[in-house]
């Protein structure tokens, strides 16, 4: 699907994307094991990497060994509980 929209491969390498092009970028949405789900615009997975509008980098890293990897940009605009006896993550939009 992001070649389709961005006509590039996803990585995370600094890239330009003019305002038209990062305008379109899609939300992106994870489904967790029972169910529990995360929607993602761009500003909130994109990183304005040189302070100013054009270069953006990507913070979903899908290539971890582990799985995918989500950082301080999925925590944005979210309260969050670390349940670390039952080794959970809860999380409340706000």
Do not use: C
């Not at 038209?20 to 970028?25: A, M, P, R």
């Not at 909130?44 to 040189?50: E, H, I, L």
């Not at 301080?72 to 969050?80: C, D, G, Q």
Request: charged share 30%.
């Amino acid at each position: 699907v992001w070649r389709e929209i961005t006509g590039r491969e996803y990585g995370n390498e600094k890239e330009f994307y003019s305002k038209e092009e990062f305008e379109v970028l899609p939300v992106l949405r994870f489904v967790f094991e029972g169910g529990a789900e995360v929607r993602l615009d761009p500003s909130s997975y994109m990183d304005n990497t040189d302070n100013e509008f054009g270069y953006w980098t990507s913070r979903v890293y899908l290539e971890e060994p582990s799985g995918a990897l989500l950082g301080a940009n999925f925590f944005m605009h979210r309260m969050v509980v670390f349940d670390q006896v039952d080794m959970r993550l809860g999380w409340k939009d706000w």
